[in-house]
Structures are given as structure tokens and as C-alpha cells.
């Protein structure tokens, strides 16, 4: 089916283990993002790429690697997950054509717990 | 920085009652502003959004103005319904050239009981 997809939707870990959440869009939209959702706080940009090999921090990039060697795919990789990366992850993906108006659009989110 | 504030809910109305959340944002020159919806246990998903000031985004049966004097993004909807039910978060993007990033507003809790 088109749209965009993350895997797993529920993951739980333990401190210091490397955690790989995967983003996936089928509609070859030239930008990604992730973000975290965590109570009192709403959504905060963790990272975005722009295109393939193309990627700049978010508000709150420490702890997480991100790559895009596809369009299509987005992953985000906890090195060394610690308790404070308890969260819910979304990814998202827009065309962006360049128009200050870009709609995002959003993936179902992955509930990462950090033990 | 730029910077986006919702009322703190949860906002717990009945059925049919009329709805306001209000977001006032903080941003250089005139950004876009959006409102998104998220459903239980769904992502998020663009509700409406204005582009300048004066403009009105609406869907749903949902409304919102772009108020530059006042710096506000208000949303409305006349007559909720129990489906409304949803968290609720405003964002901008700003107005410096070429492709910008969302903030997000921390979110509205919208119950509706039947």
C-alpha cells in the first residue's frame, strides 16, 4: 500500500543496546523527518534529510544517528539507548517542492521503552 | 526562536457544544500556520493550515484565522462530535526563504463526551 510506514510499532529495550527504528514512504517525497513525541513536551525534531545522502539536525539530535541512502527510507539508530529515549517516534515526509506551505505527512509511530 | 503556545487541556465538552483551542505563535516576519490532529494511537495528520495573514483555513467542519495582529491561530468548530475526540497541535513554519521546518505547539487533549 502507498504511504508511509515505520517498523517496529513497539519496541522494548535495554540501556546501552543499539536500537534501528525504520521509516519507509512510497511516494518518492524528497523530505524526512523524525520526531519525538513525549508528554508536556508535544513533538521535537530529532533529525530531517532533504534528499538521498542529505541530512542536518533537529532540536534535539544528541544520542541518534540517522542515514538516507534511499529516498525512501529513513532510519533512525539509537547507539546507546538510555532511559531518557523512552518515547514515541513518528516519521514524516513532505514533497518539498521549496513552498513555504509543505504538508507533512506522518507515519503511525513506533512506542520505543528503554529499561 | 520561533514558538507556538496552546491552552493546556484536556478540553472536555459534551456533544454538539462549540469549540475553541487557542494557539498564539511567536515568529519573525509572517510564517504558516497549521493545525494537525492526532487520532488514539494513529501519527498526525494536517487538519488545516493559512498561509498569510487574514486568510482562513477550514475542513471538517473546523476553522481557523490567521491573525497577524494578534499573533493568533485560534480553532473553532460549532458543533463537536464524540469522533472529534483527538489531541490537537498548532504549528508554523517561517517565512525566511526556501523549505523550513515545523514547530509544534506541546498539544490539546479534546474529550468529547456523548
Known amino acids: 500500500d502507498a504511504g508511509i510506514t515505520q517498523s517496529p510499532r513497539y519496541k522494548i529495550t535495554e540501556t546501552g543496546r543499539q536500537v534501528t527504528l525504520m521509516c519507509h514512504q512510497t511516494?518518492?517525497?524528497?523530505?524526512m523527518f523524525w520526531y519525538r513525541q513525549d508528554l508536556g513536551h508535544g513533538l521535537r525534531l530529532i533529525y530531517y534529510?532533504?534528499?538521498?545522502?542529505?541530512?542536518d539536525k533537529g532540536e534535539v539530535p544528541d544520542g541518534y544517528v540517522v542515514s538516507r541512502s534511499k529516498t525512501e527510507n529513513f532510519p533512525l539508530t539509537l547507539e546507546s539507548a538510555t532511559r531518557s529515549q523512552t518515547s514515541v517516534y513518528f516519521c514524516a515526509s513532505s514533497p518539498g517542492a521549496g513552498g513555504l506551505q509543505e504538508t507533512q505527512y506522518f507515519g503511525p509511530g513506533t512506542r520505543l521503552l528503554v529499561l | 526562536g520561533d514558538s507556538v503556545t496552546q491552552m493546556e487541556g484536556p478540553v472536555t465538552l459534551s456533544e454538539e457544544a462549540f469549540l475553541t483551542i487557542n494557539c498564539t505563535y511567536t515568529?519573525?516576519?509572517?510564517?504558516?500556520l497549521f493545525w494537525y490532529v492526532q487520532y488514539p494511537g494513529e501519527g498526525l495528520q494536517l487538519l488545516l493550515k493559512a498561509t498569510k495573514a487574514d486568510d482562513k483555513g477550514s475542513n471538517k467542519g473546523f476553522e481557523a484565522t490567521y491573525r497577524k495582529e494578534t499573533t493568533s491561530f485560534h480553532l473553532e468548530k460549532g458543533s463537536v462530535q464524540v469522533s472529534d475526540s483527538a489531541v490537537y497541535f498548532c504549528a508554523l513554519t517561517p517565512s525566511s526563504g526556501g523549505y523550513s521546518t515545523l514547530t509544534f505547539g506541546k498539544g490539546t487533549m479534546l474529550l468529547v463526551s456523548p
Open positions: 511516494w518518492s517525497h524528497s523530505y
Open positions: 515568529a519573525t516576519g509572517y510564517p504558516s
Open positions: 534529510s532533504a534528499a538521498a545522502d542529505i541530512t
